[in-house]
């Protein structure tokens, strides 16, 4: 951790790596404020990795690319909310010092790889860019260093595929390229944004391991990004699911596989495929999201739940510890936990 960070001379140590509060992101579209995110609270420390989960349009990129300061705005708009990267509020600093947040301290990797990186350079001269430009570094100095990014994403023959382009690369081979220009400037937290999507469901595994392993080494923070809880189960220690913008539970890993608190997780949780059921049929949550430029009063999740009643249409349940280390926003966690 570079605490004597020129860029973040104010950085806390004692703080926690990254606190989201509150943050809320607006959109303005022809059908009016489409409430992207609603108050989304997290914390990811060093050293650990927080799996995001929640269906597709749930908010989960939007976070991201706030957290990041990629936000296009407009049509972007933050309308509340801190993000604390060791107390410092990033949402508040300059355009300029929040690319040398980036280039420094907080790095990310998108599910598209072949998108992100440029088809007319090989992938050695991409790496080897970065160490030129951001740390100032030789020719020959930076080929080192990108020789040793690809050993450590493991990709084999590493001395010979430095010279090859992006589209020679398989998908999840050229997502290990995209981990190792991600890890490049030694970044303290890691955002991954459903970086295995596009994989088959082996190369899947392999590269959370990947990720897993690199967060270990390094006693990164890591934020794993998915639409898919079963891709998670094994790399992260805590899970915040997301539902229309908001975190509906938070919880360690084993406890949210074991006791879910939420409902909606409880829904999720069923829809994961599971090999030692195989052919048992698997259940999908009925019904739809609501849209978010008319999200209903009340829990988002209502008009799906089969514990709703009255209160969870007129109040919003806020989320609130319902065990050590976890949180649920539900009126009846209680009864959700405990099975009934
Ligand atoms: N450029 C945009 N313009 C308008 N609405 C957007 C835009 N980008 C995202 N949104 C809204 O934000 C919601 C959340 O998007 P996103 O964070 O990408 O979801 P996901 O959880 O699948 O990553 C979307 O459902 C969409 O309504
Ligand atoms: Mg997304």
């Avoid at 929040?98 to 790889?113: G, P």
């Avoid at 001269?125 to 690809?150: C, D, V, Y």
Wanted: aromatic letters at 4%.
């Amino acid at each position: 951790m570079k605490f004597q960070s020129e860029i973040l001379p104010e950085l806390d140590p004692s703080a926690p790596l990254l606190d989201v509060r509150d943050l809320q992101v607006e959109f303005r579209t022809r059908d009016g404020i489409a409430k992207a995110v609603n108050g989304a609270n997290f914390t990811v420390n060093r050293g650990e990795t927080l799996a995001i989960v929640g269906e597709s349009g749930s908010g989960k990129s939007v976070t991201s690319q706030a957290i990041m300061g990629i936000l296009e705005t407009p049509p972007a708009k933050i309308a509340g909310g801190e993000v604390l990267f060791h107390g410092v509020d990033l949402l508040t600093l300059s355009k300029e010092r929040k690319r040398r947040v980036r280039a420094n301290h907080v790095a990310m990797v998108f599910q598209d790889a072949l998108s992100a990186l440029n088809p007319v350079y090989t992938v050695g001269f991409q790496l080897a860019e970065l160490f030129r430009k951001h740390r100032g570094m030789s020719k020959a100095e930076a080929k080192k260093k990108s020789l040793e990014l690809l050993d450590l994403v493991k990709i084999p023959a590493a001395a010979q595929r430095i010279n090859e382009y992006p589209h020679q690369f398989s998908g999840g081979m050229r997502q290990r390229v995209m981990i190792a220009m991600a890890l490049a400037l030694d970044p303290d937290l890691l955002i991954a944004d459903e970086p295995t999507t596009a994989l088959d469901v082996t190369v899947q595994a392999q590269i959370m391991r990947l990720l897993a392993e690199i967060q270990a080494e390094r006693q990164m923070g890591l934020i794993l990004i998915t639409h898919d809880l079963g891709v998670v189960a094994d790399v992260a220690d805590k899970i915040s699911v997301m539902y229309a913008g908001r975190i509906v539970e938070q919880a360690p890993v084993l406890d949210l596989f074991g006791k879910p608190a939420h409902p909606y997780t409880k829904a999720l949780l069923r829809s994961i495929p599971r090999l030692d059921t195989k052919g048992q049929k698997l259940e999908v949550i009925e019904g739809l999201p609501p849209v978010l430029t008319n999200i209903p009063p009340g829990c988002a999740f209502a008009a799906r739940c089969h514990y709703a009643q009255d209160v969870c249409r007129t109040d919003i349940p806020l989320l609130e510890t319902v065990a050590a280390d976890r949180a649920a926003a539900c009126h009846f966690s209680a009864e959700v936990i405990n099975g009934e």
